[in-house]
């Protein structure tokens, strides 16, 4: 029986009734709670608000709305949410405009029912998940925005936010592309450790997701520290 600490909320948007029920079923089989389902971008935002999930599996071809701007919106309104994007397009555009907007997976519909599920506990978990192929573009891309001036804190500035040794650690790991459980075990501490020291550095920053809190710490060098 799954432990009530280990149970993933999670909501399924997509805007085929037959895939979505699918969906939604198989997530419950396996032992999660789906919480909410939406067939259009405005139903959508106002039943993600309203059920908090922990993860939102999200298309990104929605009538009234288009999924880039749901996700937005709700990662906007809290950061804690976790969007696994699960499209019939691989065009690395929509790869890209969906990461920018907050992703943090990013799944083909071609996936297996196995793969779906991993892809949402590893999305619960904190973890990027990427169709194979997709990951490198990912990073290129964080690189590629680094390169841009952008305004960002300033740790020379009186009043900063000042990082700890740890989280300044952690911030490294996370800019080389490690998942979170890499990184747990890369420093002997736990994968819920990590994740509060990430949340932490989020909001010490005023960062929004992981693709700012990346680009952050690629504008500083610590990828490569």
Known sequence: ???????????????????????????AESGMEVVATAGDGEQAVRRARAAAPDVLVLDLNLPAKPGVQVCRELVAHNPALRVLVLSASGEHADVLEAVKSGATGYLLKSASTEELLDAVRRTAAGDPVFTPGLAGLVLGEYRRLAAEPAPAPDAGEPGAPRLTDRETEV???????????????????????????VQNTLGKLQ???RVELVRYAIERGLDDA
């Open 1 to 27: 029986m799954t432990e009530q600490r280990d149970l993933i909320r999670v909501m399924v948007v997509d805007d085929h009734p037959m895939w979505r029920d699918a969906v939604a079923r198989d997530l």
């Open 171 to 197: 911030l490294r790991l996370v800019a080389k592309g490690l998942s979170y459980k890499q990184i747990a075990e890369r420093l002997v501490i736990s994968h819920r450790t990590v994740q509060n020291h």
């Open 207 to 209: 960062l929004h997701n």
